[in-house]
C-alpha cells in the first residue's frame, strides 16, 4: 500500500517540484533582468554625469557634453517623425549655446540672418518699410514708424501695431532681428502680415519693394526752430544729420529740437560722431568691460552747437538714444522733454565667425559722461509730458496733437 501511495502520487509530487523550479528559476530570472537594468542604467548615468551615481556640472566640449550629445542625436535619427536636416540641427546647437546666456542681445546669427542683418545697416534693402521694436521683457514686436511713402504705409500699417505673425507663422519668442530678416526679401513679392490693433487681429498683405532709408529728415517748425528726427543710427546716419543741420543753418535756425522718440538705438561709433558735431570738447561716453577695461570717446573742439536745444524722447528710446540723451543732459546742453527712456545700458559687439555666420555679443556696460549706467533704470526726461491716449489713432500724430513737441517749443520759447 505504501508503494502503491508513493506510485499513485508521484506526478503530482513532480508536478510540485517542477512548479518550486520554475518559480524558482522566474525568481532569478526577474533578478537577472533587473540587475542588467540597472547595470544599463548605471552605465548610462556614468557616462552622462562623469562619476558612478554622483552629479557632476557639465561643461562645454567636455566628454559627457559631446556623450550626450551623441545621444541626443541617436534618438533624433531612431524616433523623430520626420526628417531632420543635419544643417539645421547644428545652427540649433550653436543659437543654443548662446541662448544659454540668457541675454536677449546676444545672437547667434546663421548664414542668411548675417547677410540680412548687413544688409539692413547698409542704406538700402528689399522689404517694407516700416520701423519695428521689441519690448525685452513681454517680447512683443510693435511697428513704431511706416516709412513716408513705404509699402507699409500704403498698406495701412499704423504705429502701435503688434506683430503677431508672418506668413501664418507666429513669432511668439524670437528675436527682432530674426523677424526683420523674414519680413525682407525680393522687390516684388508679398509678405502676409498678422497684426494685432486695439484687441482686434487682421492680415494684411504687404508687397516689398527696394527701400531707399531715410534715417534722419528735418525741418523748419517757424523762422527760427529747426526739427530734426533721427530714426535710428546706421552707417548712413551722420552723414543725413550733417547734411541735414547744414541745410536748417542756411534756412535761418537759431534754435533746434531733435527728435529721438522711437528711435531704437544703432551704431555706437554714429551716435559719437554726431555728439561730437554738437556738444563741446570733452567725454561723450565711456564704457567697461568685465575686467574693468574702460575706454573713452570724446568730442573735440572743431565742431560745437551752440543755440537752444530740446530733444524728445520716450520708452521706446534705447541704447544709442539713450548715449545722446545722457549727454546732452549731463552737458546741460539741452532740456529733454517726454517720457523716461527704455534703459539698455549694454554695448554689443559683432564678431564674424569666417564661415558666413556671426555671433553678436554683449561685452560691455556704458556709463553717461557723469558716470551713471542708466541699464535697466531709463533716463528720466527734465520735463515730462505724455502724448494723449488718442493721439495715434489714424495712425499720423499731427504737431498740433503731438503734446510733447508742442511743449518743447514752448520751453524754447521761454528760454
Known amino acids: 500500500m505504501e508503494d502503491d501511495y508513493r506510485y ?18 522566474g525568481i532569478l530570472a526577474a533578478l537577472f533582468i533587473a540587475l542588467a537594468a540597472l547595470l544599463v542604467y548605471t552605465v548610462l548615468h ?40 543635419e544643417s539645421d540641427l547644428v545652427d540649433g546647437m550653436y543659437a543654443g549655446l548662446i541662448s544659454g546666456l540668457d541675454d536677449p542681445y546676444s545672437v547667434y546669427y546663421t548664414e ?5 542683418m548687413m544688409e539692413s545697416t547698409s542704406g538700402t534693402y528689399a522689404g517694407i518699410g516700416a520701423l519695428m521694436s521689441q519690448n525685452m521683457e513681454t517680447g512683443l514686436i510693435t511697428i513704431t514708424r511706416p516709412f513716408d511713402g ?18 501664418g507663422e507666429e513669432i511668439q519668442g524670437e528675436d527682432l532681428s530674426t523677424i526683420v530678416a523674414r519680413i525682407k526679401g525680393e522687390p516684388g513679392t508679398d509678405v502676409q502680415l498678422t497684426l494685432n ?32 528726427a533721427i530714426l535710428e543710427f546706421d552707417e548712413v546716419t551722420t552723414d543725413q544729420f550733417r547734411n541735414t543741420l547744414t541745410e536748417l543753418k542756411n534756412e535761418g535756425m537759431e534754435q533746434l529740437i ?22 563741446p570738447e570733452g567725454l561723450i561716453v565711456y564704457t567697461e568691460d568685465k575686467y574693468g577695461n574702460r575706454s573713452e570717446i570724446t568730442s573735440d573742439a572743431e565742431h560745437c ?44 559687439r559683432l564678431f564674424d565667425l569666417g564661415d558666413g555666420t556671426a555671433v553678436k555679443l554683449t561685452i560691455s556696460k556704458y556709463y553717461t559722461p557723469s558716470g551713471q549706467n542708466i541699464h535697466g533704470v531709463g533716463i528720466e526726461p527734465d520735463v515730462e509730458v505724455e502724448l494723449p491716449e488718442d493721439a495715434y489713432e489714424d495712425g499720423i500724430v499731427t504737431e498740433e496733437e503731438d503734446t510733447q513737441l508742442q511743449k518743447a517749443l514752448e520751453i524754447l520759447e521761454e528760454n
Do not use: H
Open 305 to 348: 552747437l551752440e543755440m537752444p536745444m530740446a530733444v524728445l524722447v520716450n520708452g521706446n528710446s534705447a541704447s544709442a538714444s539713450e548715449i545722446f540723451a545722457g549727454a546732452i543732459r549731463d552737458y546741460d546742453w539741452g532740456i529733454l522733454v517726454g517720457t523716461t527712456t527704455f534703459g539698455k545700458g549694454i554695448v554689443q
Open 112 to 116: 542668411e540672418e548675417y547677410e540680412q
Open 8 to 25: 499513485d502520487n508521484y506526478p503530482q509530487a513532480e508536478e510540485k517540484r517542477s512548479y518550486r523550479r520554475g518559480f524558482l528559476c
Open 150 to 167: 513705404s509699402p507699409a504705409q500704403e498698406a495701412g500699417l499704423q504705429a502701435g501695431d503688434i506683430l503677431v505673425a508672418v506668413d
Open 258 to 279: 531733435v527728435d529721438l522718440r522711437d528711435n531704437p538705438g544703432g551704431n555706437l561709433d554714429v551716435v559719437t560722431d554726431i555728439l561730437d558735431e554738437i556738444l
Open 197 to 228: 490693433r486695439d484687441g482686434n487681429s487682421f492680415d494684411v498683405t504687404v508687397t516689398r519693394d527696394t527701400i531707399e532709408v531715410t534715417t534722419v529728415s528735418g525741418k523748419m517748425l517757424d523762422e527760427k526752430t529747426g526739427y530734426i
Open 46 to 85: 556614468m557616462d552622462l554625469s562623469g562619476q558612478n551615481g554622483s552629479s557632476q556640472e557639465a561643461l562645454v566640449g567636455s566628454s559627457q557634453v559631446k556623450k550626450k550629445t551623441q545621444l541626443l542625436k541617436a534618438l533624433i535619427d531612431k524616433y523623430y517623425l520626420d526628417e531632420a536636416e
